[in-house]
């Protein structure tokens, strides 16, 4: 049997308890951060899983995320 959420689990009961994403909750420059560590993370994923088309579309969305904050 898998280890996942039990069905009868709401949702609403669940918590986040990771002290990285609760600061980006309360900081747009904590989440921006966050946000960029992590697409970088799978872009290099991608890239060494040779899925290269997935691997710019999310240059696209750093490109996007960074014309939306530096204008």
């Known amino acids: 049997m898998s280890k996942g959420l039990e069905p ?6 669940l918590k986040i ?8 909750l309360n900081n747009q420059d904590t989440f921006y951060h966050l ?3 992590v697409t970088n993370r799978a872009i290099d994923m991608y890239t060494k899983a040779g899925r290269r088309k997935f691997a710019l ?15």
């Open 8 to 13: 009868t689990r709401k949702r609403s009961s």
């Open 17 to 24: 308890s990771k002290a990285e994403l609760l600061s980006s």
């Open 35 to 37: 946000y960029i560590k």
């Open 57 to 71: 579309k999310l240059h696209g969305t750093l490109a996007a995320l960074d014309v939306y904050v530096y204008l």
